[in-house]
C-alpha cells in the first residue's frame, strides 16, 4: 500500500467514525424536536380543553344570573362564550386529528357540550318567554348539572391522558439524550484512539524506512558499497530503497570490473616487462659472443 493511501485510509477511517457519530447525533436532535412539538402539541390541547371548560363555567354562570334576575346584561360572558367555545373545539378536532383514541373522547365531549349549550339555550329562552317558573322547572331536573359533571370527567381524562403521554415523550426523550451524550463520549474518544493509533503507525511506516534510506546513503558515501537496505513495505520507500540497492549493486560490480581490468592491465604490463628483460638479456649474450668473435679474429 502507498503511503497516500495509507494516509487517505487512516482519514476514511476517522471521517466513517465522524459521520457515525454525526448520524446518532442527528437522531438524538431529530427525537428531541419531535418531543418539543409533542409537548408543545399537548400543552396546546390541554390549554383548549381548559377553555373550553372555563367557558362552559362561564356561560353557566351567566345563565344563572339570567335566570333570577332576567336582566339581559347578565348574558354578556355567555354571549362571549359561545364563539370562543366554538374556536376551541375546531381547534381540539385540528389537534387530534391524528390521534384516534383521543378523537373518540372528543367526538363524546362535543357530544355533551352541545347538549349543554341546547340546555342552556333552552333555559334563557323560558326565561324570556315564560318567565322564572318554567325555567326553573327545567333546571331542576339536573340534566344540566348531570351534563357538565360528565364534561368535567371527560375533559379530566384527556387531560390525564395527555399528561401521561407527556410524561412517557419527555422519559423517552431523556434516554435518547443520555444515549446520544455517551455515544458522543464514546465516539469521540474513539475518533481521537484512532486519529492518535493511526497518526503514529503512519509516521512510523513512514521515518522508518526514511531512516533506513539515510543509513544506506551514508555507508554508500563512505564506499561501503555491499550494505543493502532492508525493505520491508510495497510503498515509495520501498521502491526507493530497491532502486537504491540495485544502484549500488551496479557500482559495486562496476568497480569490481574496473578492479579486474586493472589487474589485466598490470598483468599484461608485467609480462611485457619480462619479455623485455628476456631480450635484453638475450641481446646482451648476443653482443658478449660477437665481440668474442672479433676479438679471436683479430688474434
Known sequence: ???????????????????????????????????????????????????????????????????????????????????NIE??????????????????????????VREKLAELADTIRLRREQGFEPALTVVLTDKGKLLMQE??????????VGDERWMQAADSAQRNAQRSILFLSVGTVLGILIVSVGSFLITRG???????????????????????????????????????????ERRQESEAQVARQSEQREQTLRTVAEFVNQLAGASSEILSSTSEQVASAQE
Do not use: W
Open 1 to 83: 500500500m502507498t503511503i497516500g493511501k495509507k494516509i487517505v485510509a487512516g482519514f476514511g477511517l476517522c471521517l466513517l467514525v465522524l459521520l457515525a457519530v454525526a448520524i446518532v447525533a442527528f437522531q438524538g436532535a431529530e427525537q428531541l424536536l419531535r418531543t418539543a412539538n409533542d409537548v408543545v402539541a399537548s400543552r396546546e390541547q390541554a390549554r383548549y380543553l381548559r377553555e373550553v371548560r372555563t367557558m362552559l363555567l362561564d356561560a353557566e354562570t351567566a345563565q344563572r344570573g339570567f335566570l333570577l334576575t332576567g336582566q339581559e346584561r347578565y348574558l354578556d360572558p355567555y354571549v362571549r362564550a359561545l364563539p
Open 151 to 160: 364534561i368535567r370527567q371527560n375533559i379530566d381524562e384527556m387531560l390525564v
Open 87 to 112: 374556536t376551541d373545539l375546531v381547534q381540539l378536532k385540528r389537534a387530534f386529528q391524528n390521534d384516534p383514541e383521543q378523537g373518540v373522547r372528543l367526538a363524546r365531549l362535543e357530544r355533551q
Open 206 to 248: 513512514i521515518t522508518g524506512p526514511l531512516g533506513r534510506l539515510m543509513s544506506g546513503v551514508e555507508h554508500f558515501t563512505r564506499g561501503n558499497l555491499a550494505h543493502r537496505i532492508e525493505v520491508h513495505n510495497e510503498d515509495e520507500t520501498g521502491r526507493l530503497a530497491r532502486a537504491f540497492n540495485t544502484m549500488a
